[in-house]
């Protein structure tokens, strides 16, 4: 069913809402054009649906969503399960904007057995419609290559593309080849090989595949017990060869544990508006598939929705058919016979930690990979992502010239300030600026951050030197506003563009905004102010850390004797603070330094304050 409307606002929903079943299902999100914009399922249609129009979004996406929905549409399925294959079904082939989405676009290689006369084998990229048998997909074509050439060095199977039909068998149309000589076919082609005896060949080629190498090993040791009963000692000891290397090649494989048959593992790792997910295919103890892949979400999914999403489409994609899904939390997984374990202990959760391990060398490999680099980038490149930025953040000029402040401090002490300058999209170092915290007493991030932004724009303009087009202050709207106090003050008001980066949710702050601007996680706007921001990070603490080993701080614990740097580390590391430490009672000094060094401490604040009060 169908109801078209003009754009689908509360009100219009609510004469809708009615003619919506309350049974299960899937619902469908049009626009204006419609294209579909969102695919979701549901146990009760209409009160899944209503909750878009009844509710306050705490997600911009979510909203944007609304705003553009024209038409919905829902189809009536008998189950919850039904509903979930649909959606996911419908998700993989449209891919719609708003629905989360696995970033895999690569076509993935199989291994054919050829519907013909003693079928072939071999690598293809192309699944069709023939009556073949395809094995896989697999993850990797060096992968497949290697195993076929492990088979092909085991199991004597034909390479060529002769026509092997009974008739031209018969005929004695062809000879054998080098092949047969080599020992590596049995020349089907002057019928020296049954049908029967090459399908079993086929058949260990399978249990190879799957890691299932006991049944072929056995085979081979049946076969060598009869050469050497008839003599044929050449023939044993060629059979023998080929048992050591199928058990040298299984002693390599990942074995798991023997037990834990077929299952299936999947790790999740969540980066704002990303997820990475590993996904390990154990099949007869061994790991034999092992695939990374990329999130894309969007409408604030939990892990849980993720995990569910993510694996009904790799389990579909790789033909998984194991019963057991191992993962790092509970889910609810719609699909009968599946049991869903949350390992705690033992290989089960041995296997889930290498899952994890993998995901999280994805994610950082990724960032790599992505990372902005204006530098190799064309001329017209840098322009289009700067007028990305302009246009993102409504700025009046085109930001040739970007600024960027931090303040860093060691375990809350020791203040310093950064600044990173960008030029046509690129790092002009030349201009990057330290700053030693002068007026500015303790730790205040407020007052600090006014300090080095008065101190840089003031010395701009006594140079008459031109100012940035955008400012970026690492921070949230506390930074900011002290940040914009110094602004005003210089009369620069107009002038530049100030904006705060919220440090962990990527937040865009404009002064005198209440609510906030969140850029696509992916789009190169953010992605250049993450650069700078990533850069003020690294220009700071790099200067952090020269002025630290230089002595220029100097810890006022390591004025006690008896107390040597690496206590005094600690301690701040600890307590975050020296005001903290000396109001601390031995016993807490104690639980981490022990009491001799407490009692040393204590005594030395006690004869400071005694001195203070007598001076």
């Not at 060529?160 to 000879?175: G, Q, Y």
């Not at 007869?284 to 999914?301: D, K, P, R, W, Y």
């Amino acid at each position: 069913m169908t109801v078209n409307k003009k754009r689908m606002t509360q009100p219009e929903f609510q004469n809708i809402a009615q003619t919506i079943p309350n049974d299960p299902g899937i619902y469908k999100y049009l626009d204006n054009k419609k294209e579909l914009l969102y695919v979701g399922k549901a146990k009760n249609l209409r009160k899944r649906v209503s909750s878009y129009f009844n509710k306050g979004f705490t997600n911009y996406k979510t909203h944007e969503l609304v705003q553009r929905i024209y038409s919905i549409e829902f189809t009536i399925v008998n189950s919850e399960q039904d509903a979930f294959l649909l959606e996911n079904n419908l998700i993989k082939q449209f891919q719609p904007r708003f629905n989360i989405n696995l970033k895999d676009d690569k076509s993935y290689p199989y291994i054919i057995i050829k519907n013909e006369p003693f079928p072939r084998v071999f690598l293809t990229r192309k699944k069709i419609n023939d009556g073949s048998e395809y094995l896989g997909p697999f993850t990797s074509v060096a992968k497949v290559r290697e195993l076929l050439d492990f088979v092909r060095a085991n199991i004597q199977l034909r390479t060529c593309k002769l026509n092997l039909t009974e008739n031209n068998i018969r005929k004695k149309k062809f000879k054998v080849c080098l092949e047969y000589h080599l020992g590596n076919c049995k020349g089907p082609c002057e019928g020296l090989q049954t049908e029967d005896d090459y399908r079993e060949g086929l058949a260990s080629l399978k249990n190879i595949l799957k890691g299932n190498l006991g049944p072929v090993i056995l085979d081979f040791k049946k076969e060598m017990k009869t050469a050497a009963e008839k003599m044929d000692f050449e023939k044993a000891e060629m059979i023998r060869k080929k048992i050591e290397h199928l058990e040298n090649y299984q002693s390599k494989s990942v074995i798991v544990n023997k037990h834990i048959s077929h299952a299936d593992i999947f790790s999740l790792l969540r980066d704002n508006d990303r997820a990475f997910v590993n996904y390990l295919m154990v099949q007869n103890g061994t790991i034999v598939q092992t695939h990374n892949t990329e999130v894309e979400t969007h409408m604030e999914e939990t892990d849980e929705e993720i995990f569910v999403f993510s694996i009904a489409q790799l389990r579909d994609t790789f033909n998984s058919q194991a019963p057991e899904i191992i993962v790092p939390i509970s889910i609810q997984y719609p699909q009968l016979g599946i049991v869903i374990t949350v390992p705690k202990a033992g290989d089960k959760k041995k296997l889930l930690e290498l899952s994890e391990k993998n995901v999280r060398y994805f994610r950082e490999d990724l960032r790599k990979k992505k990372a902005l680099h204006l530098k190799d980038k064309t001329g017209d490149t840098i322009k289009e992502v700067l007028e990305q930025v302009m246009m993102d953040l409504q700025l009046a000029e085109l930001p040739v010239h970007i600024e960027c402040f931090d303040n860093s401090n060691l375990h809350g002490s020791y203040p310093v300030s950064a600044m990173v300058c960008f030029k046509n999209g690129v790092e002009s170092k030349k201009d990057y600026r330290h700053f030693n915290v002068k007026t500015v007493h303790g730790i205040d991030d407020f007052a600090t951050m006014q300090e080095v932004v008065y101190r840089r724009y003031k010395r701009l303009l006594k140079e008459e030197q031109s100012l940035p087009q955008l400012v970026i202050i690492d921070g949230g709207k506390g930074q900011l506003n002290a940040a914009l106090k110094s602004i005003t003050e210089l009369n620069l008001t107009g002038m530049v563009t100030l904006i705060g980066l919220a440090k962990n949710e990527e937040e865009i702050f404009f002064a005198g905004d209440k609510e906030s601007l969140k850029l696509p996680y992916q789009s190169e706007s953010l992605k250049l102010i993450r650069k700078i921001r990533d850069e003020v990070h690294r220009f700071g603490i790099q200067f952090h850390r020269k002025k630290r080993s230089a002595g220029t701080f100097q810890n006022q614990l390591e004025n006690i004797q008896g107390i040597g740097k690496q206590t005094a580390d600690l301690l701040l590391k600890t307590f975050h603070s020296l005001n903290k430490i000396q109001q601390l009672s031995e016993k807490d000094l104690a639980s981490v330094i022990g009491h001799a060094k407490a009692k040393l401490i204590l005594k030395y604040f006690e004869k400071a304050g005694e001195e203070k009060q007598a001076g």
